[in-house]
């Protein structure tokens, strides 16, 4: 490659980052490589797979401009993906951001060959999916700082084709009431049924359980595996809620079948694999190996998105509904819970300005949403946390807390933790003895009680231990 062609992707580089910003930048173009120029085209590179589509679907305008800005003559860019060869050699740039880097990790996993694709049965529809709600597809879904990456990782499955290697197995997402799990992967289902030839099914925890007792009563659980096996992208929401010996013993399978035959599995849960206490331990590190990404709270913007995506849904139908941006406004900086809340919101207003014939205004939202708007949701406390803050405190380190030590300095520190975990989660007493070394429930159980007994007589001791639940509420 001459200078002036080096010279001159560095100007474009430049451009680049002026246009995008840092963050976006870094994130997606710091190790696109130019690989040479010839006549109308620039041939570019970049180290994956992810990059190159998420480059392609989203910024392929943006690189073309940058070019034309340097070089009118260039009317295509291509994009591909270097050799692994070529991936090994040092680049330039080196700062490669966190979730960056966890993406190209579960991209460098080989990927299994697609097994012969067993024929779509009649008990497959007979299992049948969970209902999908038309509304909730990636149109409607609105991208905030809280749910980017779980969005980009969604769109990547949703993308994909029949026999394409899969990217990260299982994509994980998680995240609390309301945040927009069901949405997202019922969007990813829709998307992935719409036109491709692939099959997914979206299915929830509870209609899993369902399918399969069901398939055991009827003695076709074989042609619930074949039906299993005939489907390219197995979609579970609420996790969490799987439950029974037999049932995870066949979700176990299930998956690792799935995954071996590189068929893509993506799951929801109010909580990251490490947490879901009833699930046994292959399972989760099963879980965990893919792509775990997690949705945090919407935030103002996200909110205020939302609502007015909603709006405009409800316009589709009810043209003369309005919101003036003030109530909008109001909405997004008082109900700050969940999304749902959002929805219910938004279909109030609707309701009562068709029943009475009113525009909206603020008094009206003010009085209409008033039992929406709620305190600030307490925070999920976790194990782990506790365990922090308690070694912390009394100055032990966590292994101190999950160790068989019972010298006098580690047995309080552990049963306060012991306490705090159980009454400042929901955690079960079993969840809570595994999650401290594998004690039994009823070591627990003393703890318990024993702190609650020296907590009513003993004023130090009480003091700590409310100092330490203000810590982990802050
Ligand atoms: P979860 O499954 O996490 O409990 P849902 O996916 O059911 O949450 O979302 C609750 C409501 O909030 C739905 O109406 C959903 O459409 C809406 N919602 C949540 N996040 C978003 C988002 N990013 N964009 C648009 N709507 C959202
Ligand atoms: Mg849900």
Not at 173 to 191: D, F, N, R
Not at 361 to 379: F, G, N, S, Y
Request: charged share 25%.
């Amino acid at each position: 490659m001459t200078n002036t062609e080096q010279d001159r992707w560095s100007r474009v580089k430049g451009r680049l980052r002026t246009s995008v910003g840092e963050d976006v930048y870094t994130s997606w173009f710091a190790r696109m490589d130019l690989e040479g120029v010839q006549d109308e085209s620039v041939h570019l590179s970049v180290p994956t797979r992810f990059l190159k589509s998420w480059i392609q679907a989203h910024y392929a305008d943006r690189v073309l401009t940058c070019w034309q800005a340097e070089m009118p003559e260039v009317h295509r860019i291509d994009l591909t993906v270097r050799t692994a060869m070529r991936c090994a050699a040092p680049t330039k740039e080196t700062t490669v951001p966190a979730e960056q880097r966890r993406i190209e990790q579960a991209n460098s996993r080989p990927a299994s060959e697609l097994r012969a694709t067993a024929p779509v049965s009649a008990s497959h529809d007979a299992l049948g999916g969970s209902p999908l709600d038309p509304r909730l597809t990636f149109a409607s879904f609105v991208i905030g700082r809280s749910n980017t990456l779980a969005h980009a990782a969604a769109r990547q499955v949703a993308e994909g084709r029949r026999g394409d290697p899969v990217m990260f197995n299982p994509l994980y997402i998680h995240a609390g009431v309301g945040l927009g799990k069901t949405h997202l992967l019922q969007a990813v289902t829709w998307a992935g049924n719409s036109g491709s030839e692939r099959k997914v099914l979206y299915l929830t925890a509870e209609k899993f359980m369902y399918g399969f007792v069901a398939a055991l009563k009827t003695q076709t659980a074989l042609a619930f595996k074949e039906a299993l096996r005939g489907i390219d992208v197995l979609v579970i929401d609420d996790l969490q809620f799987l439950q029974g010996k037999s049932t995870q013993a066949e979700f176990c399978h299930t998956l690792n079948a799935l995954i071996d035959a590189g068929r893509q599995v993506v799951i929801a849960a109010d909580r990251p694999p490490s947490d879901l206490e009833s699930l046994d331990d292959r399972v989760r590190s099963r879980l965990a190996g893919g792509l775990v990404v997690e949705m945090g709270s919407l935030g103002e913007e996200l909110r205020l998105g939302i609502l007015k995506s909603r709006v405009a849904a409800a316009r589709a139908h009810h043209a003369s509904f309005d919101v003036p941006e003030a109530v909008l406004d109001y909405l997004a900086r008082t109900i700050t819970h969940n999304g749902r809340d959002l929805e219910g919101a938004i279909n109030r207003l609707l309701a009562h300005s068709k029943l009475n014939a009113q525009p909206v205004t603020l008094e009206m939202a003010e009085r209409e949403v008033r039992d929406l708007v709620r305190p600030q949701e307490p925070k999920r406390i976790k194990i782990e946390d506790i365990q922090r803050v308690v070694a912390r405190q009394y100055n032990v380190s966590r292994s101190d807390l999950l160790s068989s030590r019972r010298t006098a300095n580690v047995v309080r520190p552990r049963q306060v933790a012991m306490y705090l975990a159980k009454t400042l989660t929901l955690r079960s007493l079993p969840e809570i003895g595994r999650r401290f070394g594998g004690r039994d429930h009823t070591t627990v159980l003393h703890a318990v009680r024993k702190i609650e007994a020296l907590v009513a007589r003993d004023i130090s001791l009480s003091e700590e231990v409310e100092s330490l639940k203000r810590q982990l509420q802050e």
